[in-house]
């Protein structure tokens, strides 16, 4: 945590009941439940409203998080627009194994790429609401969250000034990188992490959809993953050693491990298309317990990192912000401290939920590629009792739609 002192010249300083950093899924959401509640708030972000716009992230949306969307007035454009997918297809040893999760548990996965929900997140916080939002702002800094008269500053990117902004309360949406996570004490915050040891090529193609749902590809040559995003536009995922160079990947060689590591017995060959995105994940988590120190709340990668196994980072966002936006709505509309004194150990156990999911579900996606036959052989496992197993097939389709989560 930084305790600058103002220069004489600086702008004199505002207030806000809430400052939200970060302009993510987290503190959109976030901002506009505030702002339907009429506490006031300000947004900072350090990007462009153009770059956040656009940022290629994850898509895929549990039937739970919608509805918290669509209680909010924050889904219609998403409920008109988004694919619905109610199975999912592992393909294995030559074998295709579809898993149909809707017909066990009657609801879906809506498909609806993380830049089209901030485009309309954005909209309806700053065009629609009037929310305060400002881009571009740099060198931000957080003052006093251990006192009752918190503050945040930054540096204007017009005037050059530093601006500073007195609150109650400051929300940390600011992902992984950010500077909230930061401000935390070390000797009061643990951050447990865990390095899967693996990477993943990311990849997003110019070529439609080569099947009617998302593809988990376990072969000898390391995972693969096709995921929908739009009509012309696919997500695939190349299992690959961390920190490879995605340089290292041409189009021949991308293309020639998708068909191979997704290719099953009657199955078509993948459609193939210009790459637009190549980049290496390196897959890891962590979770940071106590979500809260003082004044500053913590939500989404801020909070819990959980690498996209199981495309669960965007709907834990979603969590933190419906829960923290609802507990600072009652603090400040009516005094009630209960759900911000609650906050922190209901979304860790949440995290955790979906960390203990993830781990499992990657152990399916690579221990056929491990090299180590006990692992390959648990893989195989796993893969039969799901599909042999009602309750297990049960248990896996809670996990996959998040559904143990009353948002």
């Known amino acids: 945590m930084t305790f600058a002192t103002p220069r ?44 956040i716009e656009r940022r290629p992230r ?25 694919q619905l997918h109610t199975e999912c297809e592992f393909r294995f040893a030559g074998e295709r194994f579809r898993f149909s999760y809707g017909e066990l548990t009657g609801q879906h996965h809506f498909v609806y790429p993380q830049p089209l929900l901030v485009t309309d997140l954005v909209r309806e916080y700053a065009d629609v ?9 740099r060198d931000v800094e957080l003052h006093d969250l251990d006192s009752d008269r918190p503050s945040v500053s930054y540096l204007c990117p017009e005037t ?39 990477g993943w090529l990311a990849l997003l193609a110019e070529a439609p959809q080569s099947a009617d749902c998302v593809l988990f590809g376990m072969h000898l040559n390391g995972f693969a993953g096709h995921m929908a995003r739009s009509p012309e536009v696919t997500r695939y995922y190349l299992e690959c050693p961390p920190g490879d160079d995605p340089e290292n990947w041409s189009h021949d060689r991308v293309w020639s491990e998708l ?40 939500a989404g990668d801020a909070a819990h990192l959980t690498a996209p196994i199981a495309a669960k980072g965007m709907n834990l966002a979603l969590h933190d912000a419906f829960l923290l936006g609802d507990a600072l709505v009652a603090h400040l509309s009516k005094g009630d401290a209960s759900g911000l004194d609650g906050y922190s150990a209901t ?15 990657s152990e399916v996606y690579h221990g056929t590629s491990s ?18 197993s009602r309750l297990a097939a049960a248990a896996f389709a809670e996990g996959y739609l998040g559904l143990n989560t009353g948002s």
């Open 371 to 388: 090299g180590d036959p006990y692992r390959a052989g648990t893989t195989r496992a796993r893969l039969h009792r799901l599909f042999d």
């Open 8 to 51: 004489p010249n600086s702008p004199a300083p505002q207030r806000f009941p809430v400052v939200i950093v970060g302009a993510g899924p987290a503190g959109l959401t976030l901002g506009n439940i505030l702002r339907a509640a009429s506490v006031g708030c300000v947004v900072l972000e350090t990007e462009t409203r153009e770059f």
């Open 259 to 298: 068909q191979a590591r997704l290719g099953a017995a009657g199955a078509p060959p993948l459609t193939e298309g210009r790459l637009i995105e190549k980049r290496v994940l390196d897959m890891h988590n962590y979770v940071v317990e106590p979500m809260v120190f003082g004044r500053l709340f913590l």
């Open 160 to 198: 050059g000034q530093r601006q500073s902004l007195h609150c109650d309360f400051v929300a940390g949406c600011d992902g992984a990188r950010g500077v909230t996570r930061t401000a935390l004490p070390p000797d009061r915050t643990r951050i447990a992490r865990h390095d899967y040891g693996i």
């Open 58 to 82: 994850a898509g895929v949306i549990e039937e739970w998080a919608v509805r918290g969307l669509e209680r909010r007035g924050l889904a219609a454009n998403l409920l008109e627009r988004a």
């Open 347 to 361: 979304c860790v156990s949440r995290a955790w939920d979906y960390a203990e999911f993830s781990q499992w579900l």
């Open 129 to 137: 609401r009037g929310g305060a939002i400002r881009f571009g702002v």
